[in-house]
């Protein structure tokens, strides 16, 4: 009997069921570290001091964002799957950027920190030190990604987190804001490193003016998108402290603790389903709404489960045992964060399919829109409920940036026309 030969498209499924399972492995083991970083900053520091903690962390989310937006988005799209005689220069070049953009934040954040003293001021400093490792490494996932090598991506984040360990007992002497900062981003420094060795590309300022040339088409508009998002969440964090206080921020942060290993499965697709909807693309571009409804709609379903497990198994005794004092605040935002992440699964299988299109005009109009929505929802919702108000009105923001980012999808499949048929 003659052995049945797989075919060419049961070969493509296969390659992508592994880079899809080593996108998940990666960012499970990259979001699982922030967890229990979170969770443990958390149990050690108290509400208050948990809430200046995350103030940094969401300011970090900004940078990272811009980083993103300039660096290793167009190396996403334009360098995903091609040869490495154009992924290394690619690379080195976008990895330059990262840790230029990285550098000139890291200074902002130390000025910053130095004028606003008090007890968020060394939070900031600490921040502005350790922002250049943090955003190197995170360049360097991207292009493992890029070149479909996430095995490399998950070795480096499982680095990190190993090297977290011992630092993070270190700063649970000192038992500071600032102590838990810098032990993780030390770990983060060791990781970089490593990626420089997985590699053999060496970051420097020569790249970055180039770089930034050649994406001028790209890299702005993915700024502007990146930095609207996680801008928009800056600013509803900063405005809850201003409305409700610094232990408001702390709660909602506690909330969307409890959905970290779900968002842990949110994020490592997000690496991997662009490159691969660009895949999708140049094979048949009529199929990917499909590919896209599929991605959101299976990271929304899960969404529910994850927030109806958190519902029946959370009880008193463990939530306490996970965030402390926490707890008891934080609560309340399971629904409400629950249905904001559903929300957010379907507006990223949206926006995948957008990137993969390079429809750069259409994402930012997106996300513009969308963080519009969300700054007012979730500050609307904090003057009228505080936390938990806040955490509704971002419920309604998302669900209405849904239905912005699909409708202008299915125009973009539409109006899609090849590369190679736009060159003259």
Excluded at 48 to 60: E, R
Aim: proline share 3%; aromatic share 8%.
């Amino acid at each position: 009997m003659t052995p049945r030969r797989s075919t060419p498209q049961r070969s493509g499924l296969r390659a992508m069921a592994g880079r899809l399972s080593w996108g998940l492995g990666d960012q499970a083991v990259s979001s699982m570290t922030n967890f229990v970083v979170g969770i443990y900053v958390a149990r050690e520091l108290g509400v208050t001091a948990f809430g200046i903690f995350s103030l940094a962390w969401v300011t970090y989310g900004v940078m990272l964002n811009v980083s993103r937006g300039l660096a290793t988005d167009p190396l996403m799209v334009r360098f995903s799957g091609v040869d490495a005689a154009a992924w290394r220069p690619a690379v080195a070049r976008s990895s330059s950027t990262a840790l230029a953009v990285g550098a000139a934040a890291g200074l902002v954040s130390v000025l910053s920190g130095i004028v606003a003293g008090g007890s968020v001021g060394p939070a900031f400093i600490a921040l502005g030190v350790i922002l250049p490792a943090l955003l190197l490494q995170d360049s360097w996932r991207f292009a493992f990604f890029a070149s479909g090598e996430g095995r490399k991506a998950f070795v480096n984040d499982l680095l990190w987190g190993v090297a977290m360990i011992p630092a993070m007992v270190l700063a649970d002497l000192h038992g500071s804001v600032v102590a838990f900062l810098l032990a993780w981003g030390g770990a983060a420094a060791v990781a970089a490193l490593y990626g420089y060795r997985q590699t053999g590309l060496r970051p420097g300022v020569a790249g970055v003016r180039r770089w930034l040339h050649d994406q001028r088409d790209l890299g702005p508009r993915y700024l502007v998108e990146n930095v609207s998002n996680s801008g928009g969440s800056q600013i509803r964090m900063y405005g809850l402290g201003a409305i409700a206080g610094v232990a408001a921020v702390g709660t909602v942060r506690g909330g969307e603790l409890l959905l970290g290993p779900f968002l842990a499965v949110l994020m490592g697709l997000a690496f991997v389903a662009v490159p691969e909807a660009a895949r999708v693309v140049r094979r048949n571009v009529r199929r990917l709404t499909t590919f896209c409804l599929v991605l959101g709609g299976s990271q929304a379903l899960g969404a529910l489960l994850w927030g109806g497990a958190l519902l029946v198994l959370l009880n008193d005794r463990l939530g306490e045992w996970v965030l402390g004092d926490v707890w008891h605040t934080a609560q309340a935002m399971i629904i409400p964060a629950t249905l904001s992440v559903f929300n957010a699964s379907l507006i990223g299988g949206a926006a995948s399919g957008l990137r993969a299109l390079g429809a750069a005009k259409r994402s930012m109009r997106c996300q513009l829109i969308a963080s519009a929505l969300y700054v007012v929802g979730g500050l609307s919702g904090a003057a009228i409920g505080g936390a938990v108000g806040s955490g509704w009105g971002v419920a309604c923001a998302t669900f209405a940036g849904a239905f912005v980012w699909w409708s202008q999808l299915h125009v973009a499949v539409r109006e899609y026309v090849p590369e190679e048929a736009r060159t003259p």
